[in-house]
């Protein structure tokens, strides 16, 4: 350590200040940051030193060379993959609980993370019209929630069938048949393979125009088979028809697992909820904080109705390991030792509301509709229906539609990635930032038809 004592106080204010002068400069400054920027980054690559150096020192090269390097995805104009900015509540609420640095792994290491985690998990579920007899474990992201339901779905049914998988393993185990949507996301099949599932050995059911599981195409269902469905396809927005679906699995003694990393949110709207009506007779539930939530990285929720396989699928023993608790973290997810995730989605949902919940995610669809409409109105060919908050957009043939997205990226007015839909190469907006506002979108759009008609 270095001779003079450290003033905390004004050291974490200027890590502060820092951050706000960051967030106020977003709107006036490039999305993706230019080469230049980049290029500075060799900057920070100097090799370990033999002597300490001054906090404030290093927080000031980060902010000099870090800060104009990043990418503005907190920002209004950011629609790449499906990204949420930050609300102002759970940025500083997160940022206190850095601070506090709490491990969240037991009870007895933070009776304040376990309750607020607690508390969390009541919102949510109230929020989003689940079960409220359902756990909820916090996670890193979909993929891990994803990964978390699934690991129950396994207990549930290999116990139904006589088998204990986490003390044996799946050697010898009776199958399992794992049926999904032929637009499954990548992560799901990744949770797939890191559960002995694998990612092949799947039923792949046809979908629509829409990526929608197509009901009538199911295969029989049984009390092995875990049925994945979708909230939000990552291209279309679209969500799988439940309501037609979900019963006759369940009536077939199934588990039924829902992706629903950004789209389970539209429950949360009284107008939009209808869109998934259904979903909530499911077993489990993947949903992300980090995306249309609006809470920092990393953060994602795994919701299991019936709290008892979730606890059996993810408890640890050890003898040191003090059992009982009202809320231990480490039974609802893999992790043992994690931050306290569960009070940023806290404190996005106390700064929220009901209300501001709903008007979030109502916001997301409005804007992604207008961005579509002004963008039709110019021509351009829009391929999905936009129920959600996710619009594809095709400029011509492929390889101009890549020449339009690459430009897009270059010119730096927004950012939007590029896909490939149902064998169409497409451009992809995601609205997901409680930041972007109308007139962001006007910009965007307006950006997008100058740079399109510019491109040949
Ligand atoms: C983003 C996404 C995931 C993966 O979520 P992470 O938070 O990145 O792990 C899974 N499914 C869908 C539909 C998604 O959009």
Not at 94 to 117: G, H, K
Not at 121 to 138: S, T
Not at 199 to 207: I, N, P, T, Y
Not at 272 to 286: K, T, Y
Request: aromatic fraction near 6%; hydrophobic fraction near 50%.
């Amino acid at each position: 350590m270095s001779e003079a004592p450290i003033d905390l106080s004004a050291l974490l204010a200027e890590a502060a200040a820092r951050g706000a002068r960051y967030l106020e400069g977003l709107d006036g400054r490039r999305v993706f940051p230019d080469e230049a920027a980049r290029a500075g980054l060799a900057d920070l690559m100097a090799p370990l030193a033999d002597d300490p150096a001054d906090p404030e020192e290093i927080l000031a090269l980060l902010d000099r060379v870090g800060s104009p390097a990043t990418v503005a995805s907190t920002g209004g104009r950011y629609f790449g993959f499906v990204t949420g900015g930050t609300l102002p509540a759970a940025l500083a609420a997160n940022m206190l609980a850095t601070a506090w640095d709490q491990n969240a792994a037991f009870e007895v290491m933070s009776p304040a993370a376990a309750a607020i985690e607690t508390a969390a998990a009541a919102m949510v579920l109230d929020v989003l019209g689940l079960p409220a007899e359902a756990a909820v474990g916090f996670g890193s992201g979909a993929t891990m929630a994803n990964f978390t339901g699934l690991a129950a779905a396994r207990h549930a049914l290999l116990t139904n069938a006589g088998w204990d998988v986490e003390e044996q393993g799946l050697f010898g185990a009776p199958p399992i048949e794992v049926v999904v949507g032929g637009e499954v996301h990548a992560s799901l099949l990744k949770a797939l393979q890191l559960l002995g599932l694998g990612r092949s050995r799947v039923v792949r059911v046809a979908v629509d125009g829409q990526g929608r599981i197509c009901a009538d195409m199911l295969p029989p269902l049984s009390a092995t088979t875990i049925l994945c469905l979708q909230a939000g396809n990552v291209n279309t927005g679209a969500l799988d028809p439940f309501a037609s679906v979900v019963p006759l699995a369940k009536a077939a003694g199934a588990w039924v697992h829902v992706d629903g990393a950004f789209g389970l949110w539209m429950l949360a709207s009284p107008k939009l909820r209808a869109l998934a009506d259904g979903v909530e007779a499911a077993d489990s539930w993947a949903v992300d904080g980090h995306k249309w939530l609006n809470v920092p990285y990393d953060s994602g929720l795994a919701i299991v109705r019936d709290p008892a396989a979730l606890r059996a699928a993810m408890a640890a023993s050890a003898a040191y390991l003090v059992d009982g608790g009202p809320r231990d973290g480490a039974n609802y997810v893999p992790e043992l030792s994690r931050r306290a995730r569960g009070i940023d989605i806290w404190a996005a949902l106390r700064s929220l509301g009901r209300r501001g919940t709903a008007d979030l995610v109502e916001r997301g669809v409005s804007l992604a509709g207008r961005f579509a409409a002004r963008l039709r109105a110019e021509g351009c060919d829009i391929l999905n229906e936009v129920v959600g908050n996710q619009v594809l957009v095709s400029f011509g043939e492929a390889e101009h539609t890549r020449r339009v997205i690459a430009a897009i990226q270059r010119d730096g007015t927004c950012w939007c990635g590029g896909t490939v839909w149902q064998g169409r190469t497409a451009m992809r907006i995601s609205v997901s930032s409680w930041a972007t506002t109308e007139a962001d979108i006007d910009r965007s759009a307006a950006a997008v038809v100058r740079l399109a008609r510019a491109t040949n």
